[in-house]
């Protein structure tokens, strides 16, 4: 069964850092895909995903300044992590992972069926 975690949000001001962490079980590297998005007042959007052949794939807005990683990918401790830099207010919204069972296609974001509850990014300007 698919569990995902998040945690790590909060508020910042503008050009500040956070780091968000997605605790994750039942989700095999080698089956299913793993990333990140988030839902802002006017829309959802993925922002990274990550997996072991292809490794990392990110959102055009991110212009660098997101970094996705997994430690332990299938193991005990199994932890997903985005680190974001140069916050902007535009990046504000709840940011949550999700999985898919479509790998090793893991950039086909709209098709991401397992949620996690999400943790709010807050930026100010």
């Known amino acids: 069964q698919v569990h995902l975690e998040e945690s790590g949000g909060g508020s910042v001001q503008t050009g500040g850092s956070l780091k968000l962490s997605c605790a994750i079980s039942?989700?095999?590297?080698?089956?299913?895909?793993i990333g990140w998005f988030r839902q802002s007042q006017t829309k959802r959007e993925g922002v990274a995903s990550i997996s072991p052949f292809k490794g990392a794939h990110y959102a055009n807005f991110v212009k660098g300044r997101f970094t996705i990683s997994r430690r332990n990918p299938g193991a005990p401790g199994d932890t997903m992590f985005l680190d974001m830099d140069n916050l902007e207010p535009e990046d504000t919204a709840l940011y949550y992972c999700?999985?898919?069972?479509?790998?090793?296609?893991?950039?086909?974001?709209?098709?991401?069926?397992?949620w996690g509850q999400g943790t709010q990014v807050t930026v100010s300007s």
């Open positions: 999700g999985a898919s069972d479509l790998y090793p296609d893991c950039e086909r974001w709209d098709e991401y069926i397992f």
């Open positions: 039942g989700v095999n590297p080698g089956r299913y895909c």
